[in-house]
């Protein structure tokens, strides 16, 4: 097999950073690998390398159909033969893809998501002249319902890599805690993966929170805290709003201050977010104020500040979308706009995400009233839900073994389902709803702390950062407690099992003299004090 060392300097022209090498060797020789890589550092490089070690076709599965296009667009250039396959293309260019592959002309297929239940494309790529060799699911934290934007048409990939006959599997993402680095292995049913995570630290993003006024009306008041903080800080900008709203009215009040300025969020025609994206990467905006719709796929080096206009729905989306900034390694600043009324809006963006009742019923009555083969479709229309309802409450009991799946678009319904199913449904949903919610209130508890920023970001990342950063305004403050004087009794590094008396199986992901921080299966994400481990509230296992 070719040196991957080697192919990136011959092929594509640079060298490989120490986790990108590692991970294309990695996957090369064959064995599923997970990357978890900083923003801006060269993940699709990663597969470009190790799919042309491997000499067969490389299948990427990615939801942004403009990286899609720039990647196909990078491949081509060098010579290799790379298509791309999404909703986006019209009946003759899918046409001469499905050509290409049969007459085994490529290389790279970049595939959007909704490709996985096109039963075409499967059997074009499955009966194809050259075999798939390599599957790299890029984004892989939207397989995971404990990371953020999960996108259950992703939980389809795993018998999609099987149809391919279970190639090696890679799965690359910026972010990802160690629950979700768990849930992707699993969910993507990878077998013995190395997991690879770089350094989580950002050093030259300095972190700071700013709370709005007290008195004012929300609304108001997060718009002029959020402005102060565009004002003090340099430009390029990204703002991030909770509310399309929100990013309306802010876009209007900072182009009252002379700045070139635009919103972007999902209310807006897709030519007009078009236009809006290539102007901030032109220059001709300064600033774009935008929900997180305005985020993957974003690679502008020198944005020199983000700003949140009140806290996000979890760690993981902040720590992704603050990375966004000094991707050219000169300074930059990440500053969050704390209300703790603006909580409730991430709050009930989570609530909308639950399954009700009547929906669980539904369904099940639809799987109990025709045993046998069912297709999403005909669940669909016998329960009288959407298929974003089907597809979850499927997947639910595929996952707790009362389904078997049948193809990428049905499954096999026993005679009887388990008495218990509408329960366990229903405990299951229980379960993710807690997850989320804690991953809220971890997100509100970073804006509160008086402790090292850094420290406590990275803590949720299982990596142990020792304080103080002296690039947050915490530690500028001198509001961290420091070090105990009285030593804790027992010295547990993170990343360990724990089990607590209440809540379960959980991980221990950081602690230090004051605080500890565990996520548990059955909650999420806690925060206790030390003297969990000393009273037996909390046990190592």
């Known amino acids: 097999m070719p040196d991957v060392a080697e192919l990136a300097r011959s092929v594509f022209g640079f060298d490989l950073r120490p986790a990108q090498r590692r991970a294309a060797e990695t996957i090369a020789a064959g064995r599923d690998t997970l990357a978890v890589l900083p923003t801006g550092s060269g993940k699709s490089a990663i597969y470009q390398v190790a799919g042309l070690a491997r000499t067969g076709v490389t299948v990427v599965v990615s939801p942004l159909i403009a990286l899609q296009r720039d990647q196909v667009r990078s491949l081509t250039a060098l010579g290799l033969r790379a298509v ?74 795993a018998d999609v890599i099987d149809t391919f006959g279970r190639p090696p599997v890679l799965a690359l993402t910026a972010t990802a805690a160690p629950p979700v680095q768990a849930d992707i292995t699993r969910q993507l049913r990878m077998r013995e993966p190395q997991v690879i995570v770089a350094d989580f630290d950002r050093p030259g993003i300095s972190l700071a929170v700013r709370r709005t006024r007290p008195g004012l009306p929300e609304d108001r008041a997060v718009d002029d805290r959020t402005v102060e903080v565009v004002l003090a800080h340099d430009t390029p900008t990204l703002v991030y709003a909770l509310t399309h709203a929100r990013c309306e009215s802010l876009a209007e009040r900072l182009r009252l201050d002379s700045y070139r300025v635009a919103a972007y969020h999902a209310g807006m025609p897709a030519a007009e977010r078009g236009r809006v994206q290539d102007g901030f990467f032109s220059g001709a905006l300064e600033i774009v104020v935008a929900t997180s719709a305005f985020g993957m796929g974003i690679d502008k080096p020198d944005v020199r500040t983000v700003v949140h206009a009140g806290v996000p729905g979890s760690l993981d989306e902040y720590y992704q979308e603050i990375g966004r900034a000094g991707r050219d390694g000169a300074p930059a600043s990440a500053v969050l706009v704390y209300d703790p009324r603006t909580v409730r809006i991430p709050r009930l963006l989570a609530a909308r995400s639950r399954l009700t009742p009547h929906a669980v019923h539904a369904v099940v009555d639809a799987l109990e009233a025709a045993p046998g083969r069912r297709s999403l479709r005909e669940l669909a229309e016998g329960s009288g839900m959407s298929r974003h309802v089907v597809e979850r409450v499927v997947d639910e009991l595929l996952e707790l073994g009362a389904l078997v799946p049948e193809g990428n678009d049905a499954v096999r319904v026993p005679q009887a389902l388990p008495r218990t199913t509408f329960s366990a449904v229903a405990a299951a949903g229980d379960r993710r709803q807690a997850v989320l919610t804690s991953r809220i209130d971890a997100a509100r508890h970073y804006a509160e702390t008086v ?91």
Do not use: K
């Open 451 to 541: 402790r090292c920023r850094r420290a406590e970001l990275l803590g949720y990342f299982g990596e142990h950062y020792e304080p103080p950063c002296g690039t947050c305004d915490n530690d500028a403050a001198g509001t961290d407690p420091g070090p105990s004087s009285a030593p804790s009794r027992q010295a547990v590094p993170g990343g360990v099992g724990v089990h607590h008396r209440l809540w379960g199986a959980g991980t221990l992901l950081s602690r230090d003299e004051h605080e500890l921080t565990v996520v548990f299966d059955s909650v999420g994400y806690r925060h206790l004090t030390p003297a969990a481990l000393d009273n037996g509230l909390l046990t190592l296992d």
């Open 84 to 157: 791309l396959l999404n909703s986006g293309l019209h009946s003759g260019q899918r046409a001469d893809v499905l050509t290409a592959l049969r007459a085994g002309a490529t290389d790279f297929v970049m595939l959007g998501p909704e490709q996985l239940a096109n039963d075409e494309t499967l059997r074009e790529l499955t009966t194809g002249p050259r075999p798939i060799t390599l599957v790299a699911v890029d984004e892989a934290h939207l397989v995971s319902e404990w990371g953020h934007d999960f996108r259950p048409e992703y939980l389809r990939l």
